[in-house]
């Protein structure tokens, strides 16, 4: 089968890979569309992954999802047919490539980690796969990807103590900053305010922004201050910028929340408490995926989140031009693009 495969920091080619073989609790599934992200595939492209080395060469792609088309003897709770979340090819039996998370690929495996609990399997064995979720009928190829950013950002928002009415200051425009608007103004945020790019203004105001600052602006801080004198009661930084957090502590309001949820510097990453306004809850995570799943399919179904933000353009790149589609979101073009596997 055909696979994106990251050979080695900044080469990521297309190529033929060994079909996974199912086990007993697993699916095998035809993988249909996956989309880009700009925080982790890029920096396993680029060899600046941060929480822990990435073998090479490696199938690239979490954002996938897939169709059922055999079970194994012990699967209980997938049917040939269902829509799978997170499908992944698995490292090659014979040692050739590895994965992380293998969801570019042409085939992929998902485990009935529901069985394999009630079955007393040790959770070492299936806890990574209630990322593994069935997607209900009526959810196109975008949206399902995009289950993937969803669920993540709203756990991460949900467990970082937001609630209705509270002030959220976004920090980034990209795929992750879109979502936490995304989330905040449809769950009951005052006011939701993000900094990024400018060109991305009319997406910020898409997901229910009420402004977007420039993250450039040497005065950010002020221009804010002046429009939002009360502040803030939850920041998040949506990209992991070295010195973004502490630049705009001064906004958070007393007994506020601050959280690092991007990567990009993150080793790097402190936060300078002495200027902030009184005192001041750091949040870091985790989040789970699993636990918003439902949640975010209630969303899509009923019209409350839609992928067009993200993606600008209806066409999906075919597995061929992988390279294109990163190409677009690291040029800016897109937020995300598409990729069609098959």
Same mark, same amino acid.
């Given at each position: 089968?055909?696979?994106?495969?990251?050979?080695?920091?900044?080469?990521?080619?297309?190529?033929?890979?060994?079909?996974?073989?199912?086990?007993?609790?697993?699916?095998?599934?035809?993988?249909?569309?996956?989309?880009?992200?700009?925080?982790?595939?890029?920096?396993?492209?680029?060899?600046?992954?941060?929480?822990?080395?990435?073998?090479?060469?490696?199938?690239?792609?979490?954002?996938?999802?897939?169709?059922?088309?055999?079970?194994?003897?012990?699967?209980?709770?997938?049917?040939?047919?269902?829509?799978?979340?997170?499908?992944?090819?698995?490292?090659?039996?014979?040692?050739?490539?590895?994965?992380?998370?293998?969801?570019?690929?042409?085939?992929?495996?998902?485990?009935?980690?529901?069985?394999?609990?009630?079955?007393?399997?040790?959770?070492?064995?299936?806890?990574?796969?209630?990322?593994?979720?069935?997607?209900?009928?009526?959810?196109?190829?975008?949206?399902?990807?995009?289950?993937?950013?969803?669920?993540?950002?709203?756990?991460?928002?949900?467990?970082?103590?937001?609630?209705?009415?509270?002030?959220?200051?976004?920090?980034?425009?990209?795929?992750?900053?879109?979502?936490?608007?995304?989330?905040?103004?449809?769950?009951?945020?005052?006011?939701?305010?993000?900094?990024?790019?400018?060109?991305?203004?009319?997406?910020?105001?898409?997901?229910?922004?009420?402004?977007?600052?420039?993250?450039?602006?040497?005065?950010?801080?002020?221009?804010?201050?002046?429009?939002?004198?009360?502040?803030? *009661? $939850?920041?998040?930084? #949506? =990209?992991?910028?070295?010195? !973004?957090?502490?630049? %705009?502590?001064?906004? +958070?309001? /007393?007994?506020?929340?601050?959280?690092?949820?991007?990567?990009? *510097? $993150?080793?790097?990453? #402190? =936060?300078?408490?002495?200027? !902030?306004?009184?005192? %001041?809850?750091?949040? +870091?995570? /985790?989040?789970?995926?699993?636990?918003?799943?439902?949640?975010?399919?209630?969303?899509?179904?009923?019209?409350?989140?839609?992928?067009?933000?993200?993606?600008?353009?209806?066409?999906?790149? /075919?597995?061929?031009?992988?390279?294109?589609?990163?190409?677009?979101?690291?040029?800016?073009?897109?937020?995300?693009?598409?990729?069609?596997?098959?």
């Amino acid at each position: 089968m055909r696979a994106a495969v990251v050979r080695r920091a900044g080469v990521l080619e297309v190529s033929e890979i060994p079909t996974p073989v199912p086990g007993p609790y697993d699916a095998l599934c035809e993988i249909t569309h996956g989309a880009t992200c700009t925080g982790t595939d890029q920096h396993i492209i680029h060899g600046r992954f941060p929480f822990f080395p990435i073998p090479m060469p490696t199938v690239l792609g979490h954002e996938s999802v897939g169709r059922v088309v055999e079970v194994g003897a012990k699967v209980r709770n997938y049917r040939v047919g269902d829509m799978v979340s997170r499908v992944g090819t698995p490292p090659a039996a014979d040692g050739s490539v590895d994965a992380h998370w293998g969801g570019f690929a042409e085939v992929g495996i998902a485990r009935d980690h529901w069985a394999m609990c009630r079955d007393g399997v040790p959770q070492s064995e299936w806890n990574g796969h209630r990322v593994n979720q069935i997607i209900p009928p009526g959810v196109e190829p975008r949206e399902a990807t995009m289950i993937i950013t969803w669920r993540e950002t709203l756990s991460y928002l949900r467990r970082s103590g937001f609630r209705p009415g509270m002030r959220l200051l976004v920090l980034g425009s990209g795929g992750n900053g879109l979502a936490y608007a995304a989330h905040a103004s449809r769950l009951g945020a005052t006011t939701v305010v993000m900094t990024g790019s400018q060109a991305r203004s009319r997406l910020a105001a898409a997901v229910g922004a009420e402004e977007l600052f420039d993250y450039r602006d040497e005065d950010l801080v002020e221009r804010i201050r002046e429009c939002y004198p009360d502040g803030f *009661d $939850l920041v998040i930084d #949506a =990209v992991g910028r070295e010195g !973004a957090l502490s630049q %705009v502590l001064p906004l +958070v309001r /007393p007994e506020g929340t601050v959280g690092v949820y991007g990567i990009d *510097d $993150l080793d790097a990453v #402190a =936060v300078k408490f002495r200027s !902030a306004r009184g005192p %001041v809850r750091l949040f +870091v995570g /985790p989040y789970d995926e699993e636990e918003t799943h439902h949640e975010v399919v209630s969303a899509i179904l009923r019209g409350r989140l839609t992928a067009d933000p993200w993606f600008g353009s209806e066409q999906a790149f /075919p597995l061929e031009r992988i390279n294109d589609a990163f190409a677009c979101v690291e040029s800016r073009r897109e937020v995300k693009a598409l990729v069609r596997m098959g």
